[in-house]
């Protein structure tokens, strides 16, 4: 079965970087891209950028144009998602989730990595 | 950018009722519309995808409808289990790019 798993919760101070893994299984990695989606507590839906996995291809959401950078390992089928200069209000809950074949921004997610910027 | 409009914000109803969940685009997205329901400390669940379809496990009260700029998704009939909050989200065409609307909460009367 299709299983998209993260890593765990980080605690960062502002202007420090964070980096997000998410492991793919059950599925042909380069198959599909994966998505990025935030969300602040308490807030809706953001969707952050798109990488393929099939040839590392990006598009990142405007307001984090030199902020977020998305890469893939297809030798582990991981994704990752490093977002610097943090701010506070990039306190959110972050999912990956895969992309593809569909007008869905992810069919399958992965359970989440809350990232804590707090001084 | 393309923004999406849910309507209404909240949706009070009880279990057996129908749910008419509202979404529309500031301009055509065609059918690259999606569902999804959320509940608390999970991630979303991708109920519907071109706007119609029904994605795989999804229940067949789940329906999705509308193309261009007003979509709507239907629950026929409530289950204790339909509580929560319901987004769309489109899709530009390429390099893909994707916008979600402010979400609807649908809770228990």
């Known amino acids: 079965q299709v299983q998209l798993v993260q890593s765990g919760a980080e605690v960062k101070k502002p202007g420090a970087s964070v980096k997000v893994s998410c492991k793919a299984s059950?599925?042909?990695?380069?198959?599909?891209?994966i998505s990025w989606v935030r969300q602040a507590p308490g807030q809706g839906l953001e969707w952050m950028g798109w990488i393929s996995a099939y040839n590392g291809n990006t598009n990142y959401a405007q307001k984090l144009q030199g902020r977020v950078t998305m890469t893939t390992d297809t030798s582990t089928s991981t994704a990752y998602m490093e977002l610097r200069s943090l701010r506070s209000d990039d306190t959110a809950v972050y999912y990956c989730?895969?992309?593809?074949?569909?007008?869905?921004?992810?069919?399958?997610w992965g359970q989440g990595t809350l990232v804590t910027v707090s001084s | 950018e393309i923004v999406l409009t849910q309507s209404p914000a909240t949706l009070s109803l009880s279990p057996g009722e129908r749910a008419t969940l509202s979404c529309r685009a500031s301009?055509?997205?065609?059918?690259?519309l999606a569902w999804y329901q959320q509940k608390p400390g999970q991630a979303p669940r991708l109920l519907i995808y071109d706007a119609s379809n029904r994605a795989t496990g999804i229940p067949a009260r789940f329906s999705g409808s509308g193309s261009g700029t007003d979509f709507t998704l239907t629950i026929s009939s409530l289950e204790p289990e339909d509580f929560a909050v319901y987004y769309c989200q489109q899709r530009s065409n390429w390099p893909p790019a994707y916008t979600f609307g402010q979400g609807t909460k649908l809770e228990i009367k």
């Open positions: 059950g599925y042909t990695f380069t198959s599909y891209g």
């Open positions: 301009q055509s997205v065609s059918s690259y």
């Open positions: 989730a895969r992309e593809g074949g569909i007008a869905a921004a992810g069919d399958y």
